[in-house]
C-alpha cells in the first residue's frame, strides 16, 4: 500500500477550522473523548489542524503496525511540547537518529541493562520499595502527585503557550524539563571530570569516549554537539524509565483498591506459586499469569501515553488510498485502540485483567492491539526493561502487602488528568502487611 505520488488522490477527512475552535475548550478537559468521537465519525483514519500544519491520526491497530514499519514514517515530528525536551537533540532522527538509537542500545546491552544478568538489580529496587512501604503501613500514602501541568492543549494548539503560558501548562512543562536536564547536565559533567579513557565505568563513560574519538563535524557525536545530545539521551533515559514505572504503579494501585476482587486473585496465586519465604523472580512470571494480566490490563486501560511519539513522514507516501506528503506529522491514537469496543468488547471500559487470559486461565494471552510502548521503528527499545521491573514491583508488593481504602477519603472512581503523559487524579490508600 506504499508508494510516491505528487497530488492528493483522496481527502483525508477530519474536523476543520471553525469545528476543531469550537472543541478548544473540550480538547483542554476532555481531550480523549473528543479523539474518539472523532474515530467515530471520520473512521481510522483522520487528520487534525495542529499549528499551521495538519496531523494523521491512525486509530487502527493493523494500520499503526504497517504504517509504522515502514522506513518513510521513520521521522521525528516537531513540537515545541516536544522540541523543548532536549531542545531538538537526543535521539531525534535521519541519520542522527540511526547512529545515536544504535550506540546507545547496544552499550545498554553491553551493560547487560536487557539481559536476564540485570535481575538481581531490579529485585533490590523491589525489595527497598518493599522496605519503604514497610514504613508507611497503616497511614494514608499519596498515589499519585501530579507536577507538570495539563499539556495536552498546547500539543494541539502550540500558540497558546505565548497567550497564557501558566494556565495553559507550559510553564510547569518548562519548569520540570528544565529541572531534568540540568540534573542530566550535572551527572555527565560530574563523569566528564573522572573519566578514565581505560577503564569506562558505565554507558556515559563510553559515551563520553565516543564523543573524544569522534572528528567527524558533522556527526551528532562531535564535540559539543555530542556533549548536548548526551545530555538530552540522559534525559530521555531518565524520563522514560522513571516516568513510565511509577505512573504505572499509581495506575495499578488505584485499579486493585477499586477492585479487590483481582488482589485477592493475585495474592492467592503468588502464595501458590511462590510462597511467603521467598522473592518473586522472574522465573515465576510464566506461572503467574493472573499478576501479568493485571499489569497488561493497567497498559490498556490506562494507555499511559495517549499518542505515543508523534512522526515525521521523511518522503511522500501513498497509504491505504490517502497522499502523506513528506513532513507530515503521524500521530499513534493509542488510546483510541485501546478503548475500541469492536477489539475489547462491550466492557472496553471496565478493569477486566481476565480479557489477557486463556479460556482455563492458566496462560496469558498477548493482543495484537496492546501497544503501550507503540510499535515499529521508534518503538520504545526499553520495552522489556520496563515490563519486567513493573512485574517485579507489582508482584513483591502483593506479596507483602493488602492495598486499602483510606477511610478520610475514600476513592470512588478512577479519574484520569490529561497531559503529555495521563495520570491518575491524585489519590491516597493505605497498605496493611497480610497475615
Given at each position: 500500500m506504499f508508494m510516491k505520488k505528487k497530488?492528493?488522490?483522496?481527502?483525508?477527512?477530519?474536523?476543520?477550522?471553525?469545528?476543531?475552535?469550537?472543541?478548544?475548550?473540550?480538547?483542554?478537559?476532555?481531550?480523549?473523548?473528543?479523539?474518539?468521537?472523532?474515530?467515530?465519525?471520520?473512521?481510522?483514519?483522520?487528520?487534525?489542524?495542529?499549528?499551521?500544519?495538519?496531523?494523521?491520526?491512525?486509530?487502527?491497530?493493523?494500520?499503526?503496525?504497517?504504517?509504522?514499519?515502514?522506513?518513510?514514517?521513520?521521522?521525528?515530528?516537531y513540537?515545541?511540547?516536544?522540541?523543548?525536551?532536549?531542545?531538538?537533540?537526543?535521539?531525534?532522527?535521519?541519520?542522527?537518529?540511526?547512529?545515536?538509537?544504535?550506540?546507545?542500545?547496544?552499550?545498554?546491552?553491553?551493560?547487560?541493562?536487557?539481559?536476564?544478568?540485570?535481575?538481581?538489580?531490579?529485585?533490590?529496587?523491589?525489595?527497598?520499595?518493599?522496605?519503604?512501604?514497610?514504613?508507611?503501613?497503616?497511614?494514608?500514602?499519596?498515589?499519585?502527585?501530579?507536577?507538570?501541568?495539563?499539556?495536552?492543549?498546547?500539543?494541539?494548539?502550540?500558540?497558546?503557550?505565548?497567550?497564557?503560558?501558566?494556565?495553559?501548562?507550559?510553564?510547569?512543562?518548562?519548569?520540570?524539563?528544565?529541572s531534568l536536564l540540568?540534573?542530566?547536565?550535572?551527572?555527565?559533567?560530574?563523569?566528564?571530570?573522572?573519566?578514565?579513557?581505560?577503564?569506562?565505568?558505565?554507558?556515559?563513560?563510553?559515551y563520553l569516549l565516543k564523543i573524544k574519538e569522534t572528528t567527524d563535524p558533522t556527526s551528532s557525536f562531535y564535540q559539543q554537539n555530542g556533549v548536548t545530545s548526551l545530555e538530552a539521551v540522559v534525559g530521555d533515559l531518565l524520563a522514560g524509565g522513571s516516568e513510565t514505572s511509577s505512573t504505572t504503579l499509581s495506575f495499578v494501585t488505584l485499579y486493585l483498591l477499586l477492585h479487590k476482587e483481582a488482589q485477592s486473585k493475585a495474592q492467592h496465586e503468588l502464595d501458590h506459586v511462590v510462597g511467603l519465604s521467598r522473592q518473586v523472580s522472574l522465573a515465576d512470571k510464566p506461572l503467574l499469569p493472573y499478576t501479568e494480566a493485571i499489569l497488561l490490563e493497567t497498559f490498556r486501560l490506562s494507555s499511559m501515553a495517549a499518542f505515543g511519539v508523534p512522526h515525521r513522514m521523511t518522503a511522500d507516501t501513498m497509504f491505504h488510498g490517502y497522499f502523506l506528503p513528506k513532513d507530515s506529522t503521524v500521530i499513534s491514537n493509542l488510546y483510541a485502540i485501546?478503548?475500541?469496543?469492536?477489539?475489547?468488547?462491550?466492557?472496553?471500559?471496565?478493569?477486566?485483567?481476565?480479557?489477557?487470559?486463556?479460556?482455563?486461565?492458566?496462560?496469558?494471552i498477548h493482543h495484537e492491539a496492546q501497544l503501550p510502548f507503540s510499535t515499529g521503528r521508534r518503538a520504545c527499545f526499553g520495552e522489556g526493561l520496563a515490563r519486567d521491573t513493573i512485574f517485579l514491583f507489582v508482584a513483591h508488593i502483593l506479596q507483602k502487602f493488602n492495598i486499602e481504602q483510606n477511610s478520610e477519603c475514600p476513592v470512588m472512581a478512577a479519574e484520569i488528568v490529561p497531559g503529555f503523559v495521563l495520570q491518575p487524579k491524585p489519590f491516597k490508600f493505605v497498605l496493611r502487611l497480610r497475615n
Open positions: 497530488r492528493y488522490p483522496r481527502h483525508i477527512p477530519g474536523p476543520g477550522l471553525i469545528q476543531l475552535l469550537f472543541n478548544i475548550l473540550h480538547l483542554r478537559k476532555a481531550p480523549l473523548k473528543v479523539f474518539q468521537k472523532w474515530v467515530e465519525k471520520y473512521g481510522p483514519i483522520y487528520r487534525v489542524r495542529i499549528g499551521t500544519h495538519d496531523a494523521v491520526f491512525i486509530s487502527d491497530p493493523k494500520l499503526l503496525k504497517e504504517l509504522f514499519s515502514n522506513i518513510n514514517s521513520a521521522g521525528r515530528a513540537n515545541p511540547v516536544t522540541h523543548y525536551f532536549g531542545h531538538g537533540n537526543g535521539i531525534s532522527q535521519g541519520h542522527a537518529w540511526e547512529a545515536q538509537r544504535t550506540f546507545t542500545v547496544r552499550k545498554l546491552r553491553d551493560f547487560g541493562v536487557f539481559k536476564s544478568s540485570n535481575e538481581g538489580f531490579l529485585m533490590d529496587g523491589a525489595k527497598a520499595l518493599v522496605n519503604f512501604f514497610e514504613c508507611q503501613v497503616g497511614q494514608p500514602i499519596s498515589g499519585t502527585k501530579v507536577t507538570i501541568n495539563n499539556t495536552s492543549l498546547l500539543f494541539f494548539a502550540p500558540f497558546l503557550r505565548h497567550i497564557a503560558p501558566t494556565y495553559f501548562g507550559w510553564t510547569g512543562w518548562t519548569n520540570a524539563v528544565d540540568e540534573f542530566a547536565h550535572y551527572t555527565v559533567e560530574k563523569h566528564s571530570k573522572h573519566l578514565d579513557s581505560n577503564s569506562p565505568r558505565d554507558f556515559i563513560d563510553h485501546h478503548h475500541n469496543p469492536n477489539i475489547w468488547g462491550k466492557d472496553v471500559s471496565e478493569f477486566r485483567p481476565e480479557r489477557f487470559l486463556s479460556e482455563d486461565n492458566t496462560s496469558v
